[in-house]
């Protein structure tokens, strides 16, 4: 590989840091991509190692004492255009534990529930995840309202963008259709299983849909919901069995008052942040697959890269590159696909994002398409229902 994605590691040597990078490979193994992916580089090597023309990300250890360490080094960083994650330790300790250079960077709090944040921060930078974080609330109205509620409030806290189906429909907006698109477009679906749940017909449709989908469910299981009686149909189902302790006042009975503590509101979050990467996987290897059979039924040989992409030689000399990508194009996935041409050494290639389109609404569809024809740009969204046409004309 020409190009690596190089994690600069600054400040104080915490013992947290091995923490970091050991969640930062369990997520890359999530990915199915190697420990390698990543080049790690400490300051010491920082001269010798560190590229200015690769993609790179620094994570800054701040100091409970204000002995700042590597000061002179984040100048250089800013100045390349390197992003800098300040993390400290204490509460509201930011001014006291960070240095001034990074005063105007947003930081984060040390804590063990934060850690599979902070390394879905590195991977989203590098674009190995989605930047956006969206997640999908599924529950019964009747049974479980004021915890899909704090649950909504909670995610969206933590800047996940949450789609709940009384709060995020506009007026006017044809609900179901809007309901399967946000879907689609979900990293995680947050389930919760009261004992009714499956009893709903609605209920029961959005958790087929997750699981034909492959998107990644974090199942909230109430006490008195034998955890045995779930639907097992979905091997990228989480299911998190909650106690009476898990409320507040032990109450998960009162359709209208219950509330989740807050220790197991951290836990959640943090689940969810750690579906996120085997979801993300799950869906490009289905992608991937689906793209390969229909290839070689047509006579057409793709190679599957280590990055999880696919490439293909074509008889007249060019090259294509299909990036499989997990909801609605963007257009930072074109920005991702920029980096990827350069991992892979290639000057002159066209790019296709490939994506499925099942239960995207038809506006979004259209829009695709219609910037498909009007901009030159060799970076081109391909839709599944396309793959056969494509695959045999082109």
């Known amino acids: 590989m020409k190009y690596k994605y190089q994690l600069i590691l600054l400040g104080s040597d915490v013992p947290i840091k091995q923490d970091i990078l050991n969640r930062i490979n369990e997520e890359l193994v999530h990915l199915g991509l190697p ?10 090597d920082l001269e010798r190692e560190y590229k200015g023309n690769q993609p790179a990300f620094a994570i800054y250890f701040g100091d409970e004492g204000g002995d700042f360490k590597d000061v002179h080094i984040i100048e250089k960083l800013i100045k390349d255009g390197t992003m ?12 006291a534990e960070i240095p001034q250079e990074l005063k105007k960077q947003n930081g984060i709090q040390y804590k063990e529930h934060e850690l599979n944040r902070i390394a879905n921060i590195v991977l989203q930078s590098f674009e190995l995840l989605r930047s956006t974080r969206k997640v999908f609330i599924s529950y019964r109205r009747t049974e479980s ?5 704090q649950l909504f409030e909670a995610l ?11 709060h995020s429909i506009e007026k006017g907006e044809p609900f179901q259709d809007e309901l399967w698109h946000r879907m689609s477009d979900c990293d995680v679906v947050v389930l919760l299983n009261t004992p009714g749940f499956l009893e709903s017909h609605w209920c029961k449709e959005e958790f087929a849909e997750a699981a034909a989908k492959q998107i990644g469910i974090v199942q909230l299981v109430w006490p008195n919901h034998n955890i045995k009686d779930i639907d097992p149909s979905s091997h990228l189902s989480y299911p998190l069995q909650l106690v009476a302790d898990d409320f507040v006042d ?31 996987a799950a869906r490009q290897d289905n992608l991937i697959t689906e793209f390969r059979n229909i290839a070689e039924k ?14 293909e030689d074509l008889p007249n000399g060019s090259r294509v590159i299909y990036i499989p990508t997990i909801g609605i194009p963007q257009s930072t996935n074109c920005q991702s696909a920029e980096i990827k041409r350069e991992l892979l050494g290639y000057d002159e290639v066209s790019i296709r994002l490939i994506y499925d389109d099942l239960r995207i609404r ?3 569809l259209n829009h695709l ?15 599944k229902q396309d793959f056969q046409i494509w695959l045999q004309t082109k």
């Open 84 to 95: 800098i994650l300040p993390i400290y330790f204490n509460d509201g300790a930011f001014e």
């Open 298 to 311: 047509n006579g057409r040989t793709v190679t599957v890269q280590p990055e999880k992409i696919l490439t």
């Open 145 to 149: 309202t004021p915890i899909a509620i």
């Open 250 to 280: 032990r109450d998960y009975s009162d359709k209208d008052k219950s509330k989740l503590a807050v220790t197991i509101v951290e836990k959640i979050i943090s689940e969810v942040e750690s579906v996120r990467a085997r979801n993300l």
């Open 156 to 166: 969206e806290s933590h800047n996940f963008d949450v789609f709940l189906d009384t």
């Open 362 to 364: 038809d506006k979004w």
């Open 35 to 44: 420990e390698d992916f990543i080049k790690v580089i400490e300051p010491v």
């Open 369 to 383: 398409d219609w910037l498909n024809d009007n901009f030159k740009k060799d970076i081109k969204t391909l839709k």
